[in-house]
C-alpha cells in the first residue's frame, strides 16, 4: 500500500443517533450513479477498501466505515449483540451522511451487517453484494456457536492485535498476493480494538446471514475468491442460494480478495452498479 494513497482519503467521523462514527470517502454526489456503502470484516477497517475509494471515486461516491467498537467509531450497547445492533448503527449513520439508498457492499462481518440492514431497511438498498460472506453460527447448536466463540475470544487475549495481525494475516490472502497486499492486511489487523473485536466476535456467533438475506428480495450477488480458506466456495454457495443467485467466483484470491486483487474486486461492483443504474434508466425496479 502507498502510504500517500491513504493520506487522499482522511480519516473523518460523524455524530449520529447511534454515537461517533468513523469513515473514509471519496467522489461526490452523482445524478446517475448510486453512492457505494463498503463494509469490512472482523479483522480490518475502513482504510482496507483504499484501493476501491480510489477507483469507484471518480464516478460515484464511496464511503467506507469503520463498524462500531473499531477505530473511533461507538460501541454498540450489549456486550454480545446480534446483527440488527450494528444495522441500527448503519441507519443513524447513513441519516447522518444524508443517503437514502445506497449499494451496500459487505465483506465477510461486514455482510453479516450487510445482510441485517437490507432485511430490515429494504427500501435503502438500491444492491446488495456480499464478498466472501461470513455466514455466522446463529443456526448451529449452543456448544458449536460457544466453542467458535471462545476459542477466537481466547486468541485475542493470549495474542492481541499485533499478533493476530501476525498469527492470522497469512491466512487473509492466497498465494498470489504480494508482499504489499500481506503487510496491508496485516496492518489493518493490528488496529483492532480489543473491545470491539470481542464484541464483533459475539456477532458473529449471533448471527444467521442466510435467515436475514432470504428475507430481501432486492438486487443481490455472492461472490467469493476461489482460493478463500476462511469463507470457503461451500460455505458463501450455501448464502448464494439462501440469495437465490449463482455464486461468483474471482480466480487467484483468497478471503481479503479486495486487498490483493483490487482491480478485479473493483470491477465487480462498478458492474453490480452499473448493471443496477441500467434498470434504473429503464424503469425497471425491485
Not at 5 to 13: G, N
Not at 158 to 165: F, T
Not at 187 to 199: D, L
Request: with cysteine.
Amino acid at each position: 500500500m502507498n502510504a500517500h494513497t491513504l493520506t487522499l482519503f482522511p480519516e473523518a467521523q460523524i455524530d449520529t443517533a447511534h454515537g461517533i462514527t468513523g469513515y473514509r470517502e471519496a467522489g461526490a454526489s452523482h445524478l446517475r450513479t448510486l453512492p457505494v456503502v463498503l463494509l469490512h470484516g472482523i479483522g480490518s477497517g475502513a482504510a482496507s477498501w483504499v484501493r476501491q475509494l480510489e477507483a469507484l471515486g471518480p464516478a460515484r461516491r464511496v464511503f467506507a466505515w469503520d463498524a462500531p467498537g473499531y477505530g473511533v467509531s461507538t460501541r454498540v450497547a450489549d456486550d454480545s449483540p446480534v446483527a440488527l445492533d450494528y444495522a441500527n448503527a448503519l441507519a443513524a449513520w447513513l441519516d447522518a451522511l444524508g443517503i437514502a439508498r445506497c449499494v451496500l457492499v459487505g465483506h465477510s462481518l461486514g455482510a453479516i451487517i450487510a445482510g441485517s440492514f437490507a432485511a430490515n431497511a429494504p427500501e435503502r438498498v438500491a444492491g446488495l453484494l456480499l464478498i466472501s460472506p461470513a455466514a455466522g453460527y446463529g443456526a448451529a447448536p449452543k456448544e458449536v456457536r460457544e466453542s467458535r466463540r471462545d476459542a477466537r475470544l481466547k486468541m485475542l487475549a493470549e495474542l492481541g492485535p499485533q499478533g493476530l495481525a501476525r498469527e492470522r494475516g497469512t491466512n487473509m490472502v492466497s498465494q498470489h498476493a504480494d508482499e504489499a497486499a500481506r503487510e496491508w492486511v496485516r496492518w489493518n489487523m493490528a488496529r483492532i480494538v480489543p473491545e470491539g473485536y470481542a464484541q464483533a466476535t459475539h456477532l458473529l456467533a449471533n448471527a444467521d446471514l442466510a435467515s436475514d438475506i432470504a428475507r430481501f428480495h432486492g438486487r443481490i450477488a455472492v461472490a467469493v475468491g476461489a482460493e478463500d480458506t476462511i469463507t470457503p466456495l461451500a460455505a458463501c454457495e450455501r448464502i448464494a442460494r439462501a440469495a437465490r443467485v449463482s455464486l461468483q467466483v474471482i480466480p487467484r484470491a483468497g478471503h481479503a480478495g479486495y486487498v490483493e486483487a483490487p482491480k478485479a474486486y473493483t470491477t465487480l461492483i462498478d458492474s453490480f452498479c452499473q448493471g443496477i443504474e441500467c434498470q434504473m434508466k429503464d424503469g425497471v425496479t425491485q
